[in-house]
């Protein structure tokens, strides 16, 4: 619904009918009609109802420059009445801003991609934009994105302390994050006009909390727990609007937290909508594996250090009957290392794409999934319907991930290169019954898509954060 003040009521209430949320109001000339993103005072002609519609279709449409025309009818309607336009009188766009990162894992990222994706399907007029928070630090976020996904990697130990004492002094943390991006966080909320911030991210809720609180800007603000069950105390703000949660472990968090069951939602984890697997692929899959086919491995090898990923691929080829597909991202060191490693077998048992950007194409041709307990990563291989073995997790806020996979059946956990294939092989045993059963156990676990409920509920608060603003 559009936001109007003052003015003419028959004029808002018609303007409010025909969805209009924009930012710009309506202008007339002797040429035409045009949708200008100055704020102007006169008086219009609406000749039919078709002329708003063709505005709004155009502006649905995708047009947002400084100006779109409309030509006027051929003749003057019967009906034609005449409107002012009041000065006070404003139709606002709703505006959502993202907080994200870049680089920091993408998983992140994933999930600000699929909430625009479903925001944007179910309200055209709707305007999202993502900012990577790191830039708000243009050194030290540099800094930081860059060395995180080698840090867990090579130094997990590292991460998790640092994991620990964020988790317990919240505020130092917040303290030294909004010296550093005042400026810019707040010239973006300035410029942008948000009428709802929601971070995906645990950095930049309290710091960013602080500074709108600080200049006295009222945005409500939602906080979206991008991990399933072990999260920091980051994520957990009692000035956030709503804290919204993946799961029902973290529910539980958030209400032992202080945070109230009202104002913590239990929306499921968002994922990118081209995981959303239709249902003739987990049947293709299954038909797979009782016609007795190769056995596709998937491995993420990009979480592994060099010497462990060596020694996994190695392991796994050494099983009869598999075909084994590593993804290892943009390390292209690490590719380079197993081509030469494992030359015999690559093209042939061995596939070695590098960096790939139709990760749900490799997720569909395969019948087992080898990765750390990342969440995104998980949820999508679910929502794919591929069986997964977990083999280790990031100290912090992925500890709780192998437990909750394997406790709903989704998957099983070997943290033990030399067990692998016992493990792999029982998952086969009795005509795949186990590995039958995590299949099916995933395709019912992904009827419910949490990208559309958690981009609907959004919209919806919207509303009631105009209220509380």
Same mark, same amino acid.
């Given at each position: ?27 007339? =000339? ?5 949708? =200008?993103? %100055? ?14 519609? /063709? ?11 400084? @100006? +779109? ?51 944007? %399907? ?9 900012? /990577? ?29 640092? !994991?620990?004492? =964020? ?5 130092? *943390? /917040?303290?030294?994050?909004?010296? =550093? ?13 948000? /009428? ?23 945005v409500p603000f939602v906080s979206l727990i991008a991990d399933l069950v072990t999260f920091s105390s980051l994520w957990v703000d009692k000035r956030s609007f709503r804290t919204i949660s993946p799961t029902s472990e973290a529910t ?12 913590? #939602?239990?929306?499921? !984890? ?7 697997? #239709? ?93 750390? +307990?990342? #969440? ?31 406790? @709903? ?17 029982? *998952? ?42």
């Open positions: 619904m559009a936001q109007l003040a003052g003015g003419d009521e028959a004029l808002k209430d018609l303007l409010a009918e025909l969805g209009f949320t924009t930012g710009e109001t309506f202008t007339a =000339s002797s040429n035409g009609w045009f949708l =200008s993103a %100055e704020r102007a005072t006169g008086e219009f002609e609406s000749r039919s109802a078709a002329h708003l519609e /063709n505005i709004a279709g155009l502006y649905a449409g995708g047009l947002d420059g400084d @100006r +779109a025309r409309i030509p006027p009818a051929d003749s003057p309607s019967s009906e034609s009445t005449r409107h002012r336009i009041p000065s006070e009188v404003v139709v606002v766009k709703r505006r959502i801003l993202l907080l994200s990162s870049e680089h920091t894992g993408h998983g992140h990222k994933s999930i600000a991609q699929s909430l625009t994706s479903y925001l944007t %399907e179910l309200d055209a007029a709707v305007d999202v934009r993502t900012a /990577n928070a790191f830039d708000f630090f243009p050194v030290v976020g540099t800094a930081v994105e860059k060395f995180y996904i080698p840090l867990i990697t090579h130094a997990p130990r590292a991460w998790g302390f640092f !994991f620990a004492l =964020s988790d317990r002094y919240p505020r130092v *943390l /917040n303290w030294f994050s909004k010296q =550093s991006m005042e400026s810019r966080f707040i010239a973006l909320v300035r410029d942008y006009q948000p /009428n709802l911030i929601v971070s995906v991210h645990p950095g930049f809720i309290g710091c960013a909390l602080d500074l709108l609180e600080k200049r006295g800007l009222r539980q968090k958030l209400l032992a937290m202080g945070i109230p069951a009202e104002a913590a #939602p239990e929306l499921g !984890f968002p994922i990118r909508r081209r995981f959303e697997t #239709p249902a003739e692929v987990f049947d293709r899959r299954i038909e797979r594996r009782r016609s007795g086919a190769p056995l596709g491995i998937l491995v993420f090898a990009n979480a592994f250090p060099k010497t462990r990923a060596r020694k996994l691929v190695d392991t796994l080829l050494g099983i009869e009957g598999t075909r084994v597909t590593v993804i290892t991202g943009r390390d292209d060191r690490l590719k380079e290392s197993l081509a030469r490693a494992f030359a015999g077998w690559v093209g042939k048992s061995l596939i070695l794409p590098g960096y790939v950007t139709d990760m749900e194409r490799h997720m569909a041709e395969n019948d087992l999934l080898l990765t750390r +307990a990342g #969440p995104n990563t998980l949820l999508e291989a679910v929502s794919c319907g591929l069986p997964i073995v977990i083999t280790g997790h990031v100290p912090g806020q992925e500890e709780g991930n192998p437990g909750w996979i394997e406790r @709903r059946g989704l998957g099983i956990i070997c943290r033990s290169i030399p067990t692998l294939p016992a493990a792999i092989l029982e *998952l086969l045993t009795d005509d795949s019954r186990r590995w039958l059963d995590i299949a099916e156990r995933q395709r019912r676990f992904a009827v419910r898509v949490a990208g559309r409920e958690t981009a609907a509920y959004l919209l919806a608060l919207l509303g009631k954060a105009d209220g509380a603003s």
